[in-house]
């Protein structure tokens, strides 16, 4: 089963616009990765955000996390027509292997120039 | 820097057949994993191995077979494929720290 889900499955926006999405999870987590997709290639690597840690930011990426509603959200400022992708949100809970990690559905985001 | 490389890119093959999917990455990672991707189902593991000689199942290992006899290099084994199998297929590595490494998949049809 998917450990995150992310909210919402689909997103479109003009250029210039914040993009904002949503993930929660199920269990209790060391840390949330957020990833991109391009289409028709693998996954890059966005942030990472601890679960000590409330907000961090990343050039135009702000994650959040709040785990006492097991929700995180990945806000992209200023979108640009290249920050077209999907977006996964990915975690490893305490009780996995230290090595796994269970992604989400991820959010299909459409910036139009 | 190659980093990590998938191949073959595409790959049309029959019900039946036996296909091996090639993973091969440059930085030594120790840990290696394959994945998965579907519409409606996202990235599922489906096997991972943390260092040679050493692999374990993931959440969809049925079908599929691994082995790991050198660091570098991760295949992926269909024995017997399905239509079911059809599917983009990710390698990934990582070392200690938690950040995944993907290569850039596979795409298999079976027909």
């Known amino acids: 089963s998917q450990q995150g889900e992310e909210d919402p499955q689909a997103l479109s926006i003009q250029e210039g616009e914040n993009a904002t999405m949503n993930c929660s999870y199920k269990t209790s987590i060391n840390n949330l990765q957020w990833y991109r997709q391009n289409s028709g290639r693998g996954l890059v690597h966005l942030i990472l955000?601890?679960?000590?840690?409330r907000e961090k930011h990343s050039g135009r990426l702000r994650v959040t996390l709040d785990t006492s509603k097991k929700s995180s959200s990945l806000l992209i400022t200023a979108s640009r027509a290249a920050d077209t992708a999907s977006y996964f949100c990915a975690s490893r809970g305490p009780g996995a292997g230290s090595y796994q990690l269970t992604f989400g559905k991820g959010t299909k985001l459409s910036v139009i120039p | 820097d190659a980093g990590i490389t998938q191949s073959p890119r595409y790959k049309i093959t029959e019900t039946g057949r036996q296909v091996t999917l090639m993973c091969h990455q440059t930085w030594s990672h120790s840990y290696m994993f394959w994945y998965r991707q579907d519409l409606g189902h996202g990235l599922r593991l489906i096997y991972y191995s943390a260092a040679a000689d050493i692999t374990d199942k993931g959440e969809v290992p049925d079908g599929y077979v691994v082995s790991r006899s050198k660091t570098e290099n991760f295949p992926l084994t269909l024995e017997s494929a399905t239509r079911s199998q059809t599917s983009v297929y990710f390698c990934a590595s990582r070392d200690d720290r938690p950040t995944q490494y993907f290569g850039p998949g596979t795409r298999l049809t079976v027909l």
């Open positions: 955000i601890r679960s000590n840690e």
